[in-house]
């Protein structure tokens, strides 16, 4: 029941057709009830009163017979040609009312599908974009591509084919059961003998491959992360010449996803022959003991000619039961996969929103603490408590792991701390709305991405509709129109391809700090984005910044103390806690970590010089 009310709800708007779609079904199996019939009439009728010489004339019982007996023509043994005649035409009427309306009920069927798988992946993406950070953290990105698409197409056939295919054996096992019990109702009896036994051993095999099919899942889960993992880091893989290895272990998943694959064609080795020998042997018993019945005059042998049609009427639907069970399972695995996306919890986007009001940037952190995992005995930030004048420019130094990362992902309430408040212009951020508060942001992160489309587009991603002009004032404050212009043909209109792989790695750093600065934000995040730049380019970007960043709040993290010397002020995080702040001259003046780093990059940068003129 909890997967039918889950299923509904993905059939949405669409459940009605789909009914529809089953009424249109059980009238077409209605009019193929009477198929049989006229084979009985031809027997009984037909061919026992001619051969007979019009001796014989067996009076039906059942109220269908004697109806389809009443507009037949009357029977003479000068009008066998009309009474044949008739009795095609009843048949071809039967046969084209039946594929009439099965052929209906199949279009709205497919119809409706395809409309409700549509909006369920329309569904997917836009909660997948809802969903928190945290969760993406969380969640390797193969495992969503392939729920997003496996398990969409596995419900997507279910519901194309099974879903009005239940109404279909329903209907046919009734509908049979019902004109051979007017026929007999002991014969009938004897002709679905099996059936439980049949149940019973198909809701075995339900359970049975339910685990299987699980397993199976996770299997292919792991290895369509193998596969994205390795083609995103296609160029790490040959750069280490590590291709063998990714292969050895493709194949090494691949083979553990074969030997679950193997498991589920071993129970259905065994469950298909068993019940289709049940079956078989249960038409055997029914044409035997269709003989008995004849031979002691219980039957006409028109009656036992239809009754063996709707025997084999009722055989399809049992035959059919064991690849709906098959189907039902994958289903409910599916169901369950999907539905673990849908049912999580969405970002709470609630707050207000002041629209294209501008934030001032002043910013204060109060006592803050946050740990990316509750569990976890040391905090990531253990609070800290900092404050930032509007239009400060501000750096954040610190070994790896210091938490500097963690402040700017706070500030744009990707997570929240666990205790203490950050302010925006005096008020907390959490009165703002998320999508306000990331409007007025703008970042640079650490790892550049960009989207397989023009460069135009990229650097216009957050003002689609913007003008070329603005688009290459941009380029030329980050440093890039000129590569743009003299390296690549088709200069903005040239495609990156795959998170930008036709481009370098400077180059789309410079393409994603021109793609920010076209965004005009109020605060600007530098989370160490000149990393994948020279010296030189590293000093054009941000001489051509720094006009830009005028009256503007800025954080850059960076690495280099030659990036952040000219900051406003420096803060120095180790282990979650601030140790020194400061501009570059007050740090340099005193023994410290700052100093300590500024020590060894001056020297190791003297030992470089000197190299390099010892080698001219």
């Not at 629209?355 to 930030?381: A, C, M, P, Q």
């Not at 135009?456 to 689609?464: C, D, F, G, T, V």
Request: glycine share 6%; proline share 2%; with cysteine.
């Amino acid at each position: 029941m909890r997967y039918l009310k889950k299923l509904l709800q993905i059939l949405g708007k669409w459940k009605s057709y789909y009914i529809l779609s089953a009424v249109l079904l059980i009238i077409s199996i209605f009019i193929r009830m009477l198929q049989p019939k006229i084979l009985q009439i031809t027997v009984d009728k037909v061919i026992v009163y001619f051969q007979s010489g019009g001796k014989i004339n067996i009076i039906p019982e059942d109220s269908i017979t004697k109806f389809l007996y009443s507009i037949l023509p009357e029977l003479k043994m000068d009008n066998l040609s009309i009474i044949l005649i008739s009795l095609s035409g009843i048949f071809i009427v039967i046969s084209l009312l039946r594929g009439l309306f099965a052929f209906s009920s199949t279009a709205i069927t497919a119809s409706s599908t395809e409309k409700a798988i549509k909006e369920l992946r329309d569904r997917l993406f836009s909660h997948i974009q809802a969903l928190p950070i945290a969760y993406h953290s969380k969640t390797p990105t193969g495992e969503l591509i392939q729920r997003c698409t496996g398990d969409v197409e596995t419900l997507r056939k279910f519901a194309a084919t099974q879903v009005v295919e239940v109404v279909r054996m329903s209907a046919l096992f009734l509908g049979a059961f019902i004109m051979m019990a007017s026929i007999n109702l002991t014969y009938s009896l004897i002709a679905i003998t099996f059936i439980p036994v049949i149940a019973i051993g198909s809701l075995l095999f339900f359970k049975k491959e339910r685990i299987i099919w699980a397993e199976h899942e996770k299997k292919q889960d792991q290895l369509s992360i193998t596969v994205q993992e390795n083609l995103s880091g296609i160029r790490v893989v040959k750069a280490f010449a590590k291709e063998n290895f990714e292969i050895d272990k493709f194949t090494k998943q691949n083979e553990e996803k074969r030997v679950w694959g193997l498991k589920l064609l071993k129970l259905h080795r065994i469950f298909y022959p068993s019940s289709d020998f049940l079956i078989h042997f249960q038409i055997a018993v029914s044409v035997f003991a269709g003989g008995y019945f004849v031979l002691h005059n219980q039957l006409s042998v028109g009656e036992y000619t239809a009754f063996y049609s709707y025997s084999m009427l009722v055989a399809w639907p049992m035959r059919r039961l064991g690849q709906l069970v098959s189907e039902l399972g994958m289903t409910t695995i599916a169901i369950d996969r999907l539905f673990s996306i849908l049912d999580s919890e969405q970002e709470d986007y609630k707050g207000e929103d002041l629209k294209d009001k501008k934030l001032k940037g002043e910013i204060e952190f109060k006592d803050v603490t946050f740990n990316y995992d509750e569990n976890e005995k040391h905090r990531v930030l253990n609070g800290i408590s900092f404050k930032i004048r509007a239009g400060e420019k501000i750096a954040l130094l610190g070994p790896t792991g210091a938490g500097k990362t963690t402040i700017i992902s706070l500030l744009m309430r990707f997570f929240d701390p666990d205790s203490g408040k950050i302010l925006i212009d005096g008020k907390d951020i959490k009165s703002y709305s998320k999508e306000y508060l990331r409007s007025r942001f703008g970042v640079v992160l650490q790892k550049p991405f960009l989207f397989s489309t023009t460069i135009k587009n990229n650097i216009a991603y957050a003002n689609p509709d913007s003008h070329l002009d603005e688009i290459i004032e941009a380029a030329r404050a980050a440093n890039i129109h000129d590569i743009i212009t003299e390296v690549f043909p088709d200069s903005y209109e040239t495609i990156v391809g795959e998170k930008g792989v036709t481009l370098s790695g400077g180059q789309k750093q410079r393409v994603t700090i021109a793609r920010t600065l076209m965004k005009d934000p109020d605060i600007l995040i530098f989370d160490d984005s000149t990393s994948s730049v020279d010296s030189e380019t590293e000093f054009e970007i941000q001489k051509a910044m720094r006009n830009l960043m005028q009256g503007k709040t800025a954080f850059i993290i960076a690495h280099r103390i030659t990036s952040i010397q000219d900051c406003d002020r420096i803060i120095v995080l180790d282990k979650g806690n601030i140790i020194e702040e400061g501009t570059h001259e007050e740090l340099i003046g005193h023994e410290g970590f700052y100093k300590k780093i500024y020590d060894i990059q001056i020297s190791i940068e003297e030992e470089i010089k000197a190299e390099t003129v010892n080698s001219i």
